[in-house]
C-alpha cells in the first residue's frame, strides 16, 4: 500500500510540473522595440480647396509609452492627440485632429475645410518615450518615421481676379514706360493671364517671378496705345468655369509731344486766288497753341485764322507771293514740333520747260492688212458665239436624246421577249383536261358505219 501511494504521488508531482510548464510557455512575452514596424504608412494626396484629408499611420507593437507625432515640413503638430503650437505657426483646432492611440494600433490626422496654405509635406514619427530623469517635454530617441505624404491642393483665385488698376484710366503714361495693366493670384495649377487683342504682341511681357503668388501683364506704352481699350482674362486649363473672367484696361492716356504737317486744301494756286492751308497735328495732349509765321511776312489783313488758329487762309494771292515760307509750330506740356512749307504761286501762261526731241523716224502707221486681221478675228469670235456654240449645244441634246430612245426601246424589246417565254412556259405546263375537244365523225369504209369518239 506505500509503494502504491508513492506511486501516485509521483506521478501527481510530475502532473502538476507538466502543467506549470505548458502555463509558463503560454504567457505572452513583452515586444521588444525591434519588433515595432509600420503596417501603413501616408500617401501623396491631392485635393481641392475646402475638401477633407485624412493621412493613415497603422503600426505593429506599438505600446503605450510610444509617443506618436505628425509633423508638417520638419514642425511638428500633434504630440499622441494633441495639437502643438510652435513659434512661426499655430494649428487651427477647428481643421486639424488626430484620432487613434496605442490600443487601437493606428494614429491618422484629419483636416478639415483645406485651405491652401495646407499645401505641404507630412510624415508621421514614434519616438520612445522619455527616460526616468528626462523631462516631461522631451520625447526620446526617434523610433520610426514613415515616407513623405505630399498634400497639394488644388485652388482658384478669388473670383475677382484679374484686376486691372482703375488709375491706368487717369494716369498719364510716357512712350516706353513699361507699366503693370492687370495681376491675378496664380492659384494652382497656375491659371494665365493674356491681354486680348494688343496692337503688338512683342510688347506685352508676363511676369511670374515679381510675387510668388502673383502674376503680372505688362505693356510697352507706344503713341498708338493712346486712347486704346483692353481687355485682360484669365483662363485655367483645370478649372474652366473661371474662363469668364476678365477685366478693362483704360482707355490709357498717353502723351507724347506734338507732330504737324501743312497740307494745302489746292496744290494748283493761281493769282487772284485764296490760298488755304491746314496744320495737321498729333498730340496728347492737345497743343495749348499753334503759332503761324511768314517769311517775307505778309498783309495781316489778307490773312485769317480757322479752327483754333489749325487753318491759315491768304487771300487775293499775289505774283509775289510766290516762294514765301510758311510755318506751323504746335506746342503742348510735352515739347513742340514746328512744321515749313513754301507757297507756290503759279504763273498765267505757265508753261513746262520740258527737253523734247525730235523724232527722226515717225511712227509707223498700223496698215490695212493690220486692221483687216483684227476684222477678221473679231467676226470669227462672234460667229463662233452665235453660230457654233448653240449648233453644238444642239447636237448634243439629239444625241441624249438618241441615247434615251434605244434604253427605252431595249428595254422594252428585252420586257416582250420575257413576256413570250413566259407564256410559252405557261402553255406547255398546262393540263390537258383544261383542252376542249369537237367531236370527230370518221368514216369506215368496212361497214359504211360512222364512229363517233368522245
Known amino acids: 500500500m506505500s509503494t502504491t501511494t508513492t ?33 501603413k504608412q501616408p500617401n501623396n494626396i491631392h485635393v481641392d480647396q475646402n475638401g477633407r484629408v485624412r493621412l493613415r499611420c497603422r503600426f505593429h507593437g506599438l505600446e503605450p509609452h510610444h509617443i506618436v507625432t505628425w509633423t508638417k515640413n520638419n514642425d511638428t503638430i500633434s504630440r499622441d492627440r494633441a495639437l502643438v503650437t510652435g513659434e512661426h505657426f499655430s494649428v487651427d483646432p477647428l481643421r486639424y485632429s488626430v484620432i487613434g492611440g496605442y490600443r487601437k494600433g493606428y494614429s491618422d490626422l484629419r483636416i478639415q475645410n483645406v485651405m491652401r496654405f495646407d499645401t505641404g509635406n507630412y510624415t508621421c514619427r514614434v519616438y520612445a518615450g522619455p527616460s526616468k530623469n528626462a523631462t516631461a517635454s522631451s520625447m526620446g530617441a526617434m523610433l520610426l518615421q514613415s515616407r513623405i505624404s505630399r498634400v497639394t491642393v488644388y485652388y482658384l483665385p478669388p473670383m475677382s481676379y484679374p484686376e486691372c488698376p482703375v488709375e491706368m484710366r487717369y494716369r498719364e503714361l510716357q512712350v516706353g514706360e513699361v507699366v503693370p495693366v492687370c495681376h491675378s493670384q496664380k492659384g494652382f495649377p497656375a491659371i494665365r493671364l493674356h491681354l486680348e487683342r494688343p496692337q503688338d504682341e512683342s510688347r506685352v511681357a508676363i511676369d511670374t517671378t515679381s510675387a510668388s503668388d502673383f502674376i503680372f501683364v505688362t505693356l510697352n506704352i507706344t503713341e498708338s496705345e493712346n486712347g486704346m481699350i483692353y481687355w485682360c482674362r484669365a483662363t485655367s486649363d483645370a478649372f474652366p468655369y473661371f474662363n469668364n473672367n476678365r477685366c478693362q484696361v483704360g482707355p490709357l492716356t498717353v502723351v ?33 497753341q499753334v503759332i503761324w509765321t511768314i517769311y517775307p511776312p505778309i498783309e495781316s489783313h489778307r490773312i485769317e485764322l480757322f479752327d483754333n488758329n489749325r487753318t491759315l487762309q491768304i487771300k487775293n494771292i499775289h505774283s509775289n507771293d510766290d516762294g514765301r515760307l510758311m510755318s506751323c509750330t504746335a506746342v503742348n506740356t510735352q515739347g513742340n514740333d514746328t512744321a515749313h512749307r513754301v507757297l507756290a504761286v503759279r504763273q498765267p501762261h505757265f508753261k513746262p520747260q520740258l527737253p523734247i526731241e525730235p523724232l527722226h523716224h515717225a511712227p509707223p502707221h498700223p496698215s490695212n492688212r493690220t486692221t483687216d486681221r483684227g476684222k477678221t478675228s473679231y467676226c470669227s469670235a462672234v460667229f463662233a458665239y452665235r453660230v457654233l456654240v448653240p449648233m453644238l449645244v444642239g447636237i448634243i441634246l439629239l444625241l441624249l436624246i438618241a441615247i434615251m430612245a434605244l434604253m427605252v426601246r431595249s428595254r422594252l424589246w428585252i420586257f416582250t421577249k420575257r413576256l413570250d417565254e413566259h407564256s410559252a412556259q405557261t402553255e406547255f405546263t398546262r393540263p390537258l383536261t383544261e383542252y376542249e375537244f369537237q367531236p370527230a365523225m370518221l368514216p369506215i369504209d368496212n361497214k359504211q358505219t360512222k364512229l363517233s369518239i368522245t
Open 7 to 39: 506511486i501516485c504521488l509521483w506521478v501527481l508531482t510530475f502532473t502538476a510540473c507538466l502543467l506549470t510548464v505548458v502555463k509558463t510557455n503560454s504567457l505572452p512575452i513583452r515586444e521588444t522595440p525591434s519588433q515595432l514596424r509600420f503596417v
Open 256 to 288: 507724347h509731344k506734338p507732330r504737324a504737317v501743312i497740307r494745302p486744301l489746292k496744290y494748283a494756286i493761281h493769282e487772284k486766288d485764296d490760298a488755304v492751308f491746314v496744320c495737321e497735328i498729333e498730340s496728347s495732349p492737345d497743343p495749348a
